[in-house]
């Protein structure tokens, strides 16, 4: 397990682009540590390790991706996610509990969120629903990283999901709790749920933003209506420039 995590740790310093690493810190608002390897490499590196891991047990692997979580490199949190992604028909409700302690252990920027949530957490919680009462938790949590999360979590390009009246209401629910957050990232994050979900479900997205306009924060309703028609957006953005 330690020649596997110390060989990608190689491959990963090998392929540092420093102009990358440069612009990569300036592109986050947030302090991040970074080899300065570009996305596309880095997967191409845990598809190849990959290969010498699918053969370890849930537990190995879990234990495999805690050593690189707690890095904090976001290179290798990339390599633990897509792991994770590849192995999802191992994992079950039951491993719930650990899927969610690294999220406030390990996850402290926008990235790693946006990247766990959507290919781990959504997959997850769209198989066992019963899961998504845990995005009402996090929603109120202290960790602003994990308020975006409540709302990242529900962003998937599985438009089915949204075609569910308990989980649109559930994107409504979330998108209310979060609409007075002084965060950010965290208006952003509920604001990138409405557009997503308004790819299967405009009017109803509509509508919401319609009826909420005049509470929501200016990032997260541009965001909302930002893939309608012109004609939506002219008579959404009414009195409300």
Request: net charge positive; glycine share 2%; proline share 2%.
């Amino acid at each position: 397990m330690h020649k596997i995590i110390s060989s990608i740790r190689k491959d990963l310093r090998i392929n540092v682009d420093k102009e990358y690493k440069i612009g990569c810190k300036r592109f986050f608002k947030e302090k991040i540590t970074t080899y300065g390897v570009r996305t596309p490499i880095v997967r191409k590196i845990a598809n190849k390790y990959f290969k010498e891991i699918k053969k370890l047990n849930k537990k190995e692997l879990f234990e495999i991706a805690e050593i690189l979580f707690k890095s904090g490199y976001n290179e290798e949190t990339i390599v633990a996610t897509q792991w994770l992604v590849n192995s999802l028909e191992k994992i079950t409700d039951k491993d719930f509990p650990v899927l969610a302690k690294w999220i406030e252990k390990h996850l402290n920027n926008w990235s790693k969120i946006d990247d766990y949530f959507t290919h781990v957490i959504n997959p997850i919680i769209t198989k066992y629903p019963s899961l998504m009462k845990n995005l009402k938790d996090w929603s109120i949590s202290k960790n602003f990283w994990v308020r975006r999360a409540s709302a990242v979590g529900l962003i998937t390009a599985n438009n089915e999901f949204y075609k569910k009246e308990k989980n649109l209401k559930f994107v409504f629910w979330i998108a209310r709790k979060l609409m007075q957050d002084q965060e950010d990232l965290v208006q952003k994050g509920y604001g990138w749920m409405l557009k997503v979900t308004a790819n299967t479900k405009r009017e109803d997205i509509f509508n919401f933003v319609m009826k909420h306009k005049k509470n929501m924060n200016r990032t997260a309703f541009r965001y909302a209506i930002e893939k309608m028609p012109k004609n939506l957006k002219i008579k959404a953005m009414k009195n409300n420039l």
